[in-house]
């Protein structure tokens, strides 16, 4: 549901939330069924989109800067842990392409915005 034509809220502005919430949708379609493997994914994925709500109400640039850089890491976690479970057989293989492609997309965006300017 993207609500950034009504919100009010910082987040729901930014188009890295939504590509960030596709991303997480993916991770949970590759259906990892390795427990650990599954919980660590969809974590990071959740907290990559946790961690770009809250660099979108920080002020300062470089606070923003700093934030959006953890949610980058996040992110990177969470294609790994997705990737490898589904390389191990622990998921689906179908679901790769599309978790490589959103995570590819939201890797990209939050590049930009980890640089304080």
């Avoid at 920080?58 to 959006?68: E, G, L, N, Q, T």
Wanted: aromatic content about 4%; overall charge positive.
């Amino acid at each position: 549901m993207n609500t950034s034509t009504t919100s009010l809220l910082p987040h729901h502005r930014l188009r890295v939330y939504w590509v960030a919430i596709e991303f997480l949708r993916a991770v949970r379609a590759a259906k990892i069924t390795d427990r650990e493997m599954r919980d660590q994914a969809i974590s990071a994925a959740k907290s990559a989109c946790r961690n770009i709500a809250e660099a979108a109400g920080r002020v300062s640039r470089a606070d923003k800067a700093r934030v959006f850089g953890i949610a980058r890491g996040e992110a990177v976690e969470a294609i790994a842990t997705a990737e490898i479970a589904i390389e191990a057989g622990d998921g689906a293989p179908e679901a790769l392409a599309n978790v490589l492609d959103r995570g590819n997309a939201l890797y990209a965006m939050l590049s930009g915005l980890c640089r304080a300017r």
